[in-house]
């Protein structure tokens, strides 16, 4: 009952404001200064007066743009992994438990803010902002990582029988807060519907977060880490089958990432790659993370 009261009360509020637009229009038509009377010629030129207002350029995804616009602000879907100084993803079998599954290793960002900075003829401009960064790094074998280590450690996991534990979801996931400083060049400042874009520059990154996160089947057994030589290192239970560790495992607290965006209309093709290392130095091996996506939604 509360429910249908406030329809019809939402109704009737919606109808009052279309009567009162629909005056305001009637006033201010010119159909009205020649007096004419009511009847369905009347009636279609009422109809033209109530949209003579309207414009497909008030749309933001149609609206003329008198100055430079940059194309940082939206949302983006990427693939990421890493790569060593040889742009090599046959990792060192010194840490095997980097083997990583690129498939479904995601990337969102979440850029809400965009300052842009005209610098010729509303074409080549300066764009800068803010975002938020999640990178997922999806694990192949199953290991655990190890965050209270003087380096980064990761063990075999093993049941009480000895067996091998088959983990369903085994990630390390990582949130940065991303400052861009591009420089864009753009063939149609005014009409971001028929205008190709490129953009250079890097993203200043700041690590506010990290985690690994491991799914098992049963969350009432015993496991054991095991090291390469088969040794049993420790014994763990886990109470839910989602398991969540937060902590830093040597990851570097700051990053800087080349990046490249191509495009044209609102479609945005995005790349980058980390100028600096994704662990501390001497503290876990020596790699850089890239990433690769479209940008869903821009602004």
Not at 82 to 94: A, E, K
Not at 116 to 127: A, I, P, Q, S
Not at 138 to 162: E, H, R, W
Request: charged fraction near 15%.
């Amino acid at each position: 009952m509360k429910t249908i009261l406030k329809v019809t009360a939402l109704f009737s509020l919606l109808l009052l404001l279309s009567l009162n637009t629909n005056a305001q229009h009637n006033k201010k038509c010119p159909f009205h200064k020649h007096g004419w009377s009511k009847g369905d010629s009347t009636q279609m030129h009422d109809f033209s007066c109530a949209m003579e207002d309207f414009n497909m350029e008030d749309f933001p995804f149609c609206k003329n743009k008198n100055k430079f616009n940059g194309h940082w602000a939206g949302i983006d879907l990427g693939i990421g992994g890493y790569v060593t100084p040889d742009f090599n993803m046959n990792f060192n079998p010194g840490y095997p438990y980097m083997n990583l599954n690129t498939a479904r290793s995601l990337t969102v960002n979440i850029n809400p803010f965009e300052l842009n900075l005209n610098l010729v003829k509303n074409k080549l401009g300066f764009t800068t902002g803010l975002g938020f960064q999640i990178s997922n790094y999806y694990f192949t074998d199953d290991y655990i990582l190890i965050k209270d280590s003087a380096s980064l450690t990761a063990y075999k996991v093993q049941d009480a029988n000895g067996n091998p534990v088959d983990l369903k979801v085994n990630k390390l996931v990582v949130s940065t807060l991303n400052l861009p400083l591009f420089f864009e060049y753009q063939t149609n400042p005014y009409r971001r519907l028929s205008s190709f874009h490129v953009t250079v520059g890097v993203i200043a990154g700041l690590r506010i977060g990290s985690y690994t996160k491991q799914v098992y089947d049963d969350k009432d057994g015993s496991y054991y880490l095991v090291d390469s030589k088969g040794n049993k290192i420790a014994t763990y239970s886990v109470e839910h089958h989602d398991v969540r560790d937060r902590g830093a495992y040597h990851l570097s607290p700051f990053k800087l990432d080349a990046a490249f965006r191509i495009g044209w209309s609102h479609l945005n093709l995005f790349g980058t790659y980390s100028l600096t290392q994704m662990f501390q130095k001497n503290q876990g091996p020596e790699l850089y993370p890239f990433t690769v996506g479209i940008t869903l939604l821009g602004w």
